[in-house]
């Protein structure tokens, strides 16, 4: 499998593992010393891992967990139920498509 479709599929596993997860699942984000953690979070620390190594999958689980809470935060997302609004969903879906149509020139530039 060539580089940006395993960095796609590790994308694109990583939303749809975290989505079902937090549906089934809604636990609160980890909170140290008032300061709350999102899964976005890890993703701005994991995709730069993904680049400095060289690897399309850590990238794409890095990518993943970052892009998959964006949409819920631009529309002000308090709440799970807010995450899971038609609004975030749709911007999940665009991202997605946004993400497979430039996988490669993706992983060209920031792999290479």
Known sequence: MTSPNLFFLA??????????ALYFKPIPSPTIKGFRLH?????LVIAPIGILVSSPIILGIGLGLFLDEVPYLLIGGKNHKDNYSTRSLLGVLALIVIVYVTRNFLTRILLY
Do not use: D, E, S
């Open 39 to 43: 899964h976005y979070m890890y993703g």
């Open 11 to 20: 994308f694109i596993a990583t939303v749809l593992l975290t989505r079902v």
